[in-house]
């Protein structure tokens, strides 16, 4: 499956290590926000990896949510629990929560649906920067400190009208929002999901935007510049 090189199943656990949740951003979400690099300070397991981790492990439901409680470091033991009742809560060895699913309706376990919608929603998820939040950033005159990015996934959730898919699925932005609060900044992604050219759901994710100071363009710019750097030379 498009999942096996990211993660290592041992007994009851899942781990993942810094290195498969880097190149799992990278080759997957074409992500290289700097918290998903293994030497990173505040290094951080993509939220992406953990929710198509939920979906391998869980099937889609038509209706789906995913709240990313506490954040996952280096090769730390994570527990999928068995889905006995519709909310879930996979831990990590302390028994914190780090992922809280809520799912409703229909349910498919059909393999094709599921790693289609991995493999376009994780790289819709990673165009979020600079595609999306610079735009933002600049209309509200605001931005993240480029000396110490902080830009980190809230939740995600989508409905489904049908499970059924005819034609190849594909993800797309639909609406996009940031809400500024004095020091941070809730950015709201709003997207379908289509089955060829009809849309058959829709859903949002959240970002929390941290550290904000007044907008730079030069300095936002030459960040944006090196963050596609790094992204042509992979």
């Known amino acids: 499956m498009l999942l096996d090189p990211y993660y290592i199943q041992q007994d009851s656990n899942i781990t ?22 293994p030497d990173s300070k505040r290094f951080c397991v993509p939220g992406d990896l953990l929710f198509s981790l939920a979906l391998k492990e869980y099937g889609v439901s038509k209706s789906m949510s995913f709240t990313f409680t506490n954040m996952v470091g280096d090769n730390i033991p994570l527990t999928f629990p068995e889905a006995t009742s519709d909310d879930i809560v996979v831990t990590n060895a ?10 409703s309706g229909e349910m498919t376990q059909d393999l094709d649906l599921i ?21 933002l ?8 400190n480029p000396a110490r990015p902080l830009v980190m996934y809230n939740s995600m959730s989508f409905e489904f009208d049908s499970l059924t898919l005819t034609n190849p699925l594909r993800v797309e932005l639909a609406e996009s929002k940031l809400e500024v609060e004095s020091k941070r900044a809730n950015e709201f992604l709003h997207f379908d999901i289509y089955d ?25 710019t030459a960040f944006a510049d090196n963050y596609l750097a790094n992204r042509n030379a992979f």
């Open 16 to 37: 993942i290590s810094a290195e498969q949740a880097s190149i799992f951003a990278k080759k997957e979400c074409q992500d290289f926000n700097p918290i998903h690099d």
């Open 137 to 144: 950033m600049k209309k509200h005159q605001v931005m993240f």
């Open 196 to 220: 060829g050219d009809k849309i058959i759901g829709r859903g949002i994710k959240t970002v929390v935007v941290g550290g904000l100071k007044p907008y730079d363009h030069d300095a936002i």
């Open 115 to 135: 790693e289609s919608l991995i493999k376009n929603y994780v790289v819709f998820s990673g165009q979020n920067f600079p595609t999306l939040l610079m735009p």
């Open 94 to 103: 302390q028994g914190k929560s780090v992922l809280e699913i809520n799912k």
